[in-house]
């Protein structure tokens, strides 16, 4: 009796074990991942030591970087790809992905074997971008190798990125693998392919035991096809009818069908030009997505809320500002003539390539009634500011707009920009940016108000 109750208390424990990893039922059993251990997982963790505005204009300049194929910018992309903390090595990864540089590769590599788990998953999914010979087996080790089902997924996504014979193949049979983590990049991975031998694992994994691949093979199969009405979603369907529904549409369309080539649409913000600009108030940082933030603009002037920055409309000038020697004014005390205000940071590297022109700029109109006042944004310090003048060596007063009251009532979100303001201290016109046109029209609006 005895040795019964302990054989039977074995099998009981046996059993809970398996119900609980799911493998009684042929579900998945947990394999560790990178962040199962206090070492990894403090790695994993890891927080940068930089503030989200350096982080922002750091990203900023590596993406400037990326897009040069210069060697020195290539150089320096590979020391923030070295650089000890997680987030620079992170956003190195990201815009080495833009970059088609030969070497770029390489670096690429490096990354993707982080000991952080968050710089290898952009590294990887930078991989799926490059035309590199290499890739392709690169992502396979990742697959099979990384110890993060995160990375792994990442890799799973990349190779649908590669979109070759061979890459689409080996996306196709993740479908089958037991992770259902994995089968639902797959599955989400398919639906970029563009690509029609895709549409038929993509109907065969719409009868996944797991609702999450079956739901990211049905959200592909409607990108692949276009065929986004084929079920009525008011419907409890259940996912044999699902699965029954695209086979015979597919059996109907199989020789005639071809996926269509999709155009690049112009970019859309996901919100309105207010909440966009209330996000800018409450971050009080002006650093936000410049793409973003200027379409907002755009619909404000067309719907006339935007009045500040509307030709003709008073600067909100009644706010104090710090000079370079540490005291205090006005900001309305500084403008007693038609003015030319140059919003910078002296962290922001397209602020520092527009330097030379403003400089320029300055040095062609000072004898001829305009005045040059240069504003620093927030995110500078003045020992920072200060530092950066003695290299920029502005012939023209500089103040710190420190308690961000100049830029967040004027709206100046983006660095550089420039207002020309006349003695009344109504704005003229903006600038914002400095693209080589924005250069022309300023040059030439400088040139009829000196001229008259």
């Known amino acids: 009796m005895k040795y ?27 394999t560790p991942t990178i962040g199962d251990s206090s070492k990894e997982k403090a790695v994993q963790t890891e927080k940068s030591a930089l503030s ?22 290539l150089s320096k992309l590979g020391k923030y790809a070295t650089d000890s903390d997680p987030e620079i090595r992170r956003s190195a990864a990201v815009a080495l992905g833009k970059a088609r540089h ?21 590294a990887v999914m930078s991989i799926g971008f490059q035309k590199d010979a290499r890739a392709y087996d690169t992502l396979i080790e990742i697959l099979e190798k990384d ?47 563009g690509d029609k031998k895709a549409i038929e694992p993509l109907i065969g994994a719409l009868l996944d035991p797991e609702d999450e691949v079956k739901n990211a093979a049905l959200k592909s199969l409607e990108e692949l096809t276009g065929q986004n009405n084929l079920l009525d979603k008011t419907q409890n369907i ?52 410049e793409k973003e933030l200027q379409t907002a603009i755009d619909e404000m002037k067309k719907g006339k809320t935007r009045e500040e920055i509307k030709n003709g409309t008073p600067i909100k000038a009644d706010v104090i500002v710090k000079k370079t020697d540490g005291s205090e004014v006005k900001f309305a005390d500084l403008l007693k003539s038609t003015t030319l205000i140059y919003y910078f940071s002296g962290k922001c590297p397209h602020c520092v390539k527009a330097q030379e022109f403003i400089q320029e700029l300055y040095e062609d109109n000072k004898d001829k009634g305009i005045a040059f006042l240069g504003v620093a944004a927030s995110r500078d310090t003045l020992e920072g500011l200060n530092s950066y003048l003695a290299k920029a060596k502005f012939a023209f007063p500089v103040v710190l707009d420190e308690k961000k009251e100049l830029g967040i009532q004027n709206r100046l979100a983006g660095t550089p920009t420039v207002l020309l303001i006349d003695k009344e ?28």
Not at 4 to 30: D, H, N, Q, R
Not at 238 to 257: C, D, I, L, P, Y
Request: glycine share 6%.
């Open 52 to 73: 989200r505005e350096q982080i922002k204009d750091l990203r900023k300049e590596m993406m400037e970087l990326a897009r040069s194929s210069d060697e020195a910018a």
């Open 425 to 452: 201290g109504k704005i003229i016109s903006s600038y914002r940016g400095l693209p080589d046109q924005s250069k022309e029209q300023l040059i030439k609006r400088l040139r009829e108000i000196t001229q008259h």
């Open 238 to 289: 259940s996912k044999e009818e699902v699965h029954t529904a695209w086979q015979e549409w597919w059996g109907k369309n199989k020789e005639t069908f071809a996926v269509a080539k999709k155009e690049s649409a112009p970019r859309v913000p996901t919100r309105s030009a207010k909440d966009w600009l209330e996000k800018y108030d409450a971050d009080k940082n002006g650093s936000l997505d």
């Open 102 to 122: 030969k070497d770029v590769f390489d670096l690429l590599l490096t990354l993707a074997h982080d000991e952080n788990v968050t710089t290898r998953s952009a």
């Open 147 to 193: 110890e993060s089902i995160n990375v792994r997924g990442k890799a799973v996504r990349a190779l649908g990125r590669l979109n070759t014979d061979k890459s689409r193949e080996k996306v196709i049979a993740c479908l089958k693998i037991d992770r259902r983590s994995l089968r639902t990049d797959a599955a989400t991975a398919l639906g970029k392919t």
């Open 4 to 30: 019964t109750l302990m054989i039977a208390a074995t099998v009981i424990l046996s059993l809970s074990g398996m119900l609980c990893y799911g493998s009684f039922f042929g579900a998945e059993k947990p």
